[in-house]
């Protein structure tokens, strides 16, 4: 079993950043890909971005150029720097394990990123 566990989320004023990180602990022999999907109320579950254990990376198409995911594979944590935030950057993000390519296995609890002034 593998559990995730986010940290980092909170409140920022439109224009900041904020980081955030998911770890990773249990029986793991080998991750082929983690990532970050958001989710608000109403609306369908976006991937925000993932990175493979080679460190090819996908983004999507709202936080391109302002998001950048980095993973430790020693550690078994992925991050998420996210700069310049939107108020519609709002949202509970949700990290997430592959154990191969697009099996979703895990998923963390979810941390919420509140952008407002």
């Known amino acids: 079993q593998v559990q995730l566990v986010e940290s980092g989320g909170g409140l920022v004023q439109p224009g900041g950043s904020l980081r955030l990180s998911c770890a990773a602990s249990?029986?793991?022999?080998?991750?082929?890909?983690m990532g970050w999907y958001r989710q608000t109320p109403g609306k369908q579950r976006e991937l925000v971005a993932a990175i493979t254990r080679g460190g090819t990376t996908t983004y999507g198409d709202s936080v391109k150029g302002r998001f950048t995911i980095s993973r430790d594979n020693a550690k078994n944590t992925v991050y998420l720097q996210m700069n310049s935030l939107k108020p519609e950057d709002t949202a509970v993000y949700y990290c997430?394990?592959?154990?191969?390519?697009?099996?979703?296995?895990?998923w963390g609890q979810g941390t919420q990123v509140t952008v407002s002034s």
């Open positions: 997430y394990v592959d154990l191969r390519l697009g099996t979703r296995d895990y």
């Open positions: 249990g029986t793991i022999f080998s991750i082929y890909a």
